[in-house]
């Protein structure tokens, strides 16, 4: 059983940045594959970023590519989205997701626990 908690949401401009950090309980932590979903008002969830149990693999949804970065720290239970160069699109309820073997990193069906959703508001 894993618990998720995100924080780090808010108000910002087009153009700046923003880190969201995302808290886990239990001690298995570092076997659970771990991503960052989005959804917009009326719209599905989509992908946003996934990283391995060790690290070693990242993945990226093609709207945030060279500008979203998704990174873990085993021992504090903690991953982290630093979020750059926001665009008005971003703005969205960011949830964090885990899983230890997702079926598909890309898809929200692959994973079993989810955090409450931080919101994250990018204005023009």
């Known amino acids: 059983q894993v618990q998720l908690v995100e924080s780090g949401g808010g108000l910002v401009q087009a153009g700046g940045s923003l880190r969201l950090s995302c808290a886990a309980s239990?001690?298995?932590?570092?076997?659970?594959?771990m991503g960052w979903f989005r959804q917009a008002p009326g719209k599905e969830r989509e992908f946003v970023a996934a990283i391995t149990w060790s690290g070693g693999s990242r993945y990226y949804g093609d709207p945030v590519v060279g500008r979203f970065t998704i990174s873990r720290d085993n021992a504090k239970n903690t991953v982290d989205l630093q979020m750059n160069s926001l665009k008005v699109e971003d703005t969205a309820v960011y949830y964090c997701a885990a899983d230890r073997a997702p079926t598909a990193y890309g898809s929200s069906k692959g994973y079993d626990y989810w955090g409450q959703g931080t919101q994250v508001t990018v204005s023009s």
């Open positions: 239990g001690r298995t932590f570092s076997r659970y594959t």
